[in-house]
C-alpha cells in the first residue's frame, strides 16, 4: 500500500478478518465428521458465496458514496424471471443469460437514475424498489406463462453452467477485475470523495448526482453478474420466496468488511473476506451440529463481537500513537 | 490603467424573508487585493458564494472579464479562473492530502487508462513545495491538524491558476508565521496579475495587504476608498455606523456587588487559554471578540457542556465543576446558545411546549405534569417577557426570531436563574425586536441576576454591558471599563493589537 490508500482502519479490518478465515477454516476441518472432506469445503465455497461476495462488491461502491440500495433482492428476482420466461421461450442458453445480467444491471442503474432525478434519499427509493421490483417480476410471470403456478422449472442442465459449473471461476475473474478497478481507476475514489463530503465535492467542481449514479450503474454490472449465478444455481424459481433476506445478508457482509455504513470509507477486498467470514460461520455451526434455532443468533452476535473487538485494538492503537 | 477583470451591477440576493444584499455594484482590476470588511451578517459571506457560484444573484449582473456571466454551480466558477477558500473548509476526511488537493482537478493517467498514483503524488507534492509546506501527501486528510488542514485548502485555490483568488477569513486559525508565509504567497500572485478579494475581520491583515478597502454594512456597501486613506478608526466608523438611540436602553446603575460566578486560570486546550474574571450579581460583563476567539467555547465550559483542562472556577463561592447541564439549571444557570433554530428549539414544538420544556419538572410528580400549574406559568412567563404568539400552540417556528428569542428567555423564568450566559442573543433579530430583548437583560440585571453577554454585536455589546472583556485566540486580550469601552478598543483587542490592559 505505498499510496497509503488503505487507511490504518481498513487494514487492520482486513487482517482481523483474514485471521477470522483461517480460524474458522481450521475449526471446521476439526469439527468435520468422519467421511467430510475439506477439500468439499473449499470447492463448495465458490458457488455459495459468490452471489454474496458479487452482490455486496456492487453494494460497497454505493455505500461508500454515502448511499445504500435496499431492492437487490427484488432486482434478482426480476432478473431470474426474465431468466426463466425466455427459457420457458425455448430461447438458447447465451442469450438467456446476457437477458438476466442485463435485466440486474438496467434496474440498478434505473434507481440510479431515479435518485439523482427525483432528488429523493437512495434509502427511500430502493426501500419502495424492494416491494415495487418484486411485484413487477410477479406481474411479468403471470403474463408471459399461461396458468403460472408460482414457479419457473429450469431442467435443462446447459442452462445451469453459470452457476455450477463456472461459478468459482465468475468469481475469481471479477474479484481480480474489481481489485484492478479499484485500485487503477479515480471513480471508486470519488465515490469515497463523495461519501466523506459532499460539499467539498460540489465545491471543487465536481457533481455530487453524477458520481452517485455511477456507483449505482457500476454496482448495476456487480449484481447482474450476482444473479447470474444465483438464479442458474436452482431449479425453481419461485418469484415470491426467491432471495429474500438476501440485501441484508450482502449489506451484512459489507459492513462487517469495514465499509462505513455513511460512506467515505471501504474496500472490496474487506467485503469478500466479511462475506467469506459469514459462510464460514454458518458452515461451522452446521459441521459443530450447532441447532439451527441457535444458529442466527450466533451469527449475530459474532458480528457484533467481530466489529467490537476490531473497534477496541483500533482505539488502543490510536492511543498508543498519541503517546509516542 | 489595469484592465477590468470583475464588475458587479446592482446585484441582488434574498434568502427567505431577509435581503442579504441589496443591489450592490463593486469593481475589481486585475492584481487588485481588495479587502472587504463589515460586520457579521453584513452580506459578505452572501457575495462571496455569489461570486464562487454556490449561489446565483436574484437580479444584477456579474460580468468577468469583459462578459457577462451566469455561475450555475462552483465548477462553472472555477472553471472561469475564480478559486475560492472558503470560510468553513469542505474537504473528504478519509481521502489523502494528494486526493483532497487534486479533488476536481482531471488526474493523472497511465497510458492504459489506469490513474497513475505515482506521478498523483508527486504533483500534489510539487504544488506543496511551492507553496513551502512540508506534509506527506500519504497522510489521511483528518489526521492533519487545524492548521495544516487550512494550508493544504490554499495550496488547492493558489494551484488552480486562477485569475481571481477569494479568501473567506483563512487565517482564523493559522498562527503567525503561517499568516506570513500566506502573505508572501498572495504578495507574489499580485505581481503576477492575480486579483484577491480578502475578507477578514482582521484589520491590521487589511491595512498590511490590501489597495483598497470596501466595507459593507446591511448587505450594502457602504464605503470604499484606497487603503492607504484607510485608518483602523474609519473603518470602524463605516463597518459599525448606525443609530444607536432607543434601540440600547439603561435603566440601572450599576454598583458592584458579590460575585457569583469567578474563573481563574481556566484553560481548555485549543479553545481558550488563563481565562481569570468575576461575575458579579447584578452585573452585565460583555464578552466581545472575533468570530472563533473562543467565547461560546468558554460559555459552554462554564455550563458544563465540557470541562476545563486546568484552572478552577467557583460559583457562588463554591468550587464548580459541573459534569452536565443538569448540574447548571440546578445551580441556578441558564446558557441561551447562539444559534437558536438548531440548539435551541424544536421548530415543530408549540409555543406552548417550547416554554414549559424549560420548566415542566417543576411542577411533575409521579411523572404527570400538573397542567393547571403548568399552565399558569406559561401564561405569566408570556405576558413577563412579551411574548407574541396568537395562540399557545402554534409551532414556534412560525414565530418572528425576536419572539422566538424572548420564548427562550421565558422557558428559563421560572427557574429563578442567578446567572445568565446569552450568546449572540440578538443575532438575526429585527430592530424592534433588539430593543425589547436589550429591556429584558437590562431588568434581568436589575433584579440581582449576572449576565454573561457573548455579542459580535459592537453597539450591543457597547452599550448594553459594565464591563467589556475582549477575546483574541483564546485568551482575554483586554478588559475594558468605562470611558475605555469605545469600539476603536474593542476592535483593536479584538484584532490582537491591543494588549496592554485598559
Known amino acids: 500500500m505505498t499510496h497509503g490508500r488503505l487507511s490504518p482502519f481498513l487494514r487492520q479490518r482486513l487482517l482481523v478478518l483474514l485471521a477470522g478465515n483461517l480460524v474458522l477454516l481450521i475449526a471446521i476441518a476439526f469439527t468435520m465428521k468422519q467421511g467430510g472432506s475439506f477439500t468439499d469445503v473449499l470447492t463448495r465455497c465458490g458457488p455459495n458465496v459468490a452471489p454474496v461476495i458479487l452482490a455486496g462488491l456492487g453494494m460497497t461502491g454505493i455505500i461508500c458514496t454515502g448511499a445504500i440500495d435496499l431492492s437487490i433482492a427484488s432486482i434478482i428476482v426480476v432478473a431470474g424471471t426474465v431468466f426463466g420466461v425466455l427459457v420457458d421461450r425455448q430461447w438458447p442458453p447465451l442469450p438467456c443469460f446476457a437477458a438476466c445480467v442485463a435485466t440486474a444491471w438496467s434496474l440498478s442503474a434505473c434507481n440510479g437514475l431515479l435518485i439523482r432525478n427525483l432528488k429523493m434519499p437512495a434509502i427511500i427509493i430502493t426501500l419502495a424498489g424492494l416491494a415495487l421490483y418484486r411485484g413487477l417480476a410477479l406481474i411479468l410471470a403471470d403474463l408471459a406463462i399461461p396458468n403460472f403456478g408460482g414457479s419457473l422449472n429450469i431442467q435443462h442442465e446447459s442452462y445451469h453452467a453459470p452457476g455450477k459449473q463456472f461459478a468459482s471461476a465468475i468469481l475469481l475473474a471479477t474479484l481480480v477485475g474489481a481489485f484492478v478497478w479499484e485500485w487503477f481507476a479515480s471513480t471508486p475514489r470519488r465515490w469515497l470523495a463523495l461519501g466523506s463530503s459532499e460539499e467539498a465535492c460540489r465545491l471543487a467542481g ?17 449484481l447482474g453478474i450476482a444473479a447470474l449465478i444465483y438464479v442458474t444455481q436452482i431449479q425453481f424459481i419461485e418469484p415470491a420466496r426467491l432471495a429474500l433476506g438476501f440485501e441484508l445478508q450482502v449489506i451484512g457482509a459489507v459492513i462487517l468488511g469495514g465499509t462505513n455504513i455513511f460512506g467515505g470509507e471501504g474496500s472490496y477486498a474487506g467485503t469478500a473476506l466479511g462475506a467469506l467470514f459469514l459462510y464460514f460461520t454458518a458452515q461451522w455451526m452446521t459441521y459443530a451440529g450447532i441447532s439451527p434455532y441457535f444458529q442466527e443468533a450466533i451469527t449475530g452476535a459474532l458480528i457484533i463481537g467481530v466489529i467490537g473487538m476490531d473497534c477496541a485494538l483500533h482505539r488502543n492503537r490510536k492511543r498508543l500513537e498519541e503517546l509516542a | 490603467m489595469a484592465q477590468s477583470l470583475l464588475q458587479l451591477r446592482a446585484v441582488e440576493k434574498s434568502f427567505v424573508g431577509t435581503r442579504a444584499l441589496k443591489p450592490l455594484n463593486l469593481s475589481l482590476v486585475q492584481g487588485e487585493v481588495l479587502g472587504l470588511i463589515g460586520e457579521n451578517g453584513a452580506g459578505k ?79 500534489a507534492a510539487t504544488q506543496l ?140 486546550e485549543g479553545m481558550f487559554e488563563n481565562i481569570s474574571f468575576q461575575l458579579h450579581a447584578g452585573e452585565i460583563l460583555g464578552l466581545a471578540g472575533l468570530v472563533g476567539a473562543g467565547r461560546s467555547e468558554l460559555a459552554r465550559a462554564i455550563y458544563g457542556l465540557y470541562p476545563c483542562d486546568t484552572g478552577t472556577m467557583r460559583l457562588k463561592g463554591n468550587p464548580w465543576s459541573p459534569r452536565s447541564p443538569d448540574e447548571s439549571l440546578d445551580a441556578g444557570m441558564v446558557y441561551l446558545p447562539e444559534e437558536r433554530k438548531r440548539q435551541s428549539l424544536v421548530l415543530d414544538h408549540s409555543v406552548r411546549d417550547a416554554i414549559s420544556i424549560g420548566f415542566s419538572d417543576l411542577f411533575t410528580r409521579w411523572g404527570m405534569i400538573r397542567a393547571q400549574e403548568e399552565q399558569s406559568a406559561i401564561t405569566n412567563a408570556m405576558r413577563t417577557y412579551d411574548v407574541r404568539a396568537k395562540t399557545v400552540t402554534q409551532p414556534i417556528g412560525t414565530l418572528s426570531g425576536g419572539n422566538q428569542q424572548k420564548a427562550i428567555l421565558a422557558r428559563w423564568l421560572e427557574r429563578k436563574p442567578d446567572i445568565i450566559l446569552l450568546d449572540e442573543p440578538t443575532r438575526g433579530v429585527d430592530v424592534g425586536a433588539k430593543a425589547e430583548i436589550h429591556q429584558l437583560i437590562d431588568k434581568l440585571a436589575g433584579s440581582g441576576r449576572a449576565v454573561l453577554l457573548i455579542s459580535s454585536d459592537l453597539p450591543e455589546v457597547l452599550s448594553m454591558s459594565d464591563r467589556i472583556l475582549v477575546m483574541h485566540h483564546g485568551s482575554i486580550a483586554a478588559e475594558l471599563h468605562g470611558d475605555a469601552m469605545t469600539q476603536e478598543n474593542v476592535m483593536l483587542a479584538a484584532s490582537g493589537l491591543h494588549h496592554a490592559n485598559r
Open chain 1, 206 to 222: 465536481l457533481d455530487p448526482r453524477s458520481i452517485r449514479q455511477s456507483a449505482f450503474v457500476v454496482g448495476g454490472l456487480f
Open chain 2, 45 to 123: 459571506s452572501t457575495l462571496i458564494k455569489l461570486l464562487s457560484g454556490v449561489h446565483s444573484p436574484d437580479a444584477g449582473t456579474i460580468e468577468w472579464q469583459g462578459r457577462s456571466v451566469h455561475f450555475s454551480s462552483p465548477h462553472d466558477a472555477i472553471n472561469a479562473g475564480i478559486a475560492t477558500i472558503h470560510q468553513e473548509l469542505a474537504y473528504c476526511g478519509h481521502l489523502t492530502v494528494a486526493e483532497n488537493l487534486l479533488l476536481g482537478e482531471p488526474w493523472p493517467r497511465h497510458r492504459w487508462g489506469g490513474v497513475d498514483w505515482t506521478l498523483l503524488h508527486a504533483r
Open chain 2, 129 to 268: 513545495a511551492r507553496c513551502h509546506l512540508e506534509i506527506p501527501t500519504t497522510r489521511t486528510f483528518s489526521d492533519l491538524t487545524a492548521a495544516q488542514k487550512q494550508e493544504v485548502a490554499i495550496a488547492r485555490a493558489l494551484n488552480r491558476d486562477a485569475r481571481l483568488l477569494i479568501l473567506d477569513e483563512p487565517t482564523a486559525s493559522l498562527s503567525a508565521p503561517e499568516v506570513e508565509r500566506l502573505f508572501a504567497h498572495l504578495n507574489r500572485l499580485r505581481t503576477q496579475g492575480v486579483a484577491i478579494l480578502y475578507v477578514s475581520h482582521r484589520l491590521d491583515e487589511i491595512l498590511n495587504l490590501t489597495n483598497r478597502v470596501a466595507v459593507l454594512r446591511d448587505g450594502k456597501l457602504v464605503a470604499s476608498y484606497p487603503t492607504h486613506e484607510a485608518t483602523v478608526s474609519r473603518m470602524v466608523k463605516d463597518m459599525v455606523g448606525r443609530p444607536l438611540e432607543q434601540v440600547y436602553p439603561r435603566s440601572r446603575s450599576y454598583r458592584k456587588a458579590a460575585p457569583l460566578l469567578e474563573l481563574e486560570g481556566a484553560t481548555r
